[in-house]
């Protein structure tokens, strides 16, 4: 049972992980909304955001993807 509760735990944070592109999507959102009213230094300041935001976001989302891929998947092929 602990092995199911493992497996179910890492599915979850990578779940979890991807699920922070609400915020990514957010900020396109914003950005396009100040491009739209010509708002240049919020287009400057959201577009800086994006740019320090993405690389987090893909390297929590790609730690949490490798520990999935070693418990469940490695787990399972021996």
């Known amino acids: 049972m602990t092995e199911m509760n493992d497996a179910w735990k890492v599915m979850s944070d990578l779940e979890v992980a991807f699920s ?23 287009i400057v300041d959201i ?17 949490k993807f490798k520990v999935a891929w070693e418990h469940v998947v490695k787990e399972n092929q021996k």
Request: net charge negative.
């Open 47 to 63: 577009t800086h955001a994006l740019n320090a935001f993405m690389p987090v976001y893909t390297d929590n989302w790609d730690r």
């Open 20 to 42: 922070e592109i609400t915020t990514f999507n957010f900020m396109m959102k914003q950005l396009q909304e100040a491009v739209d009213n010509g708002r240049m230094n919020e």
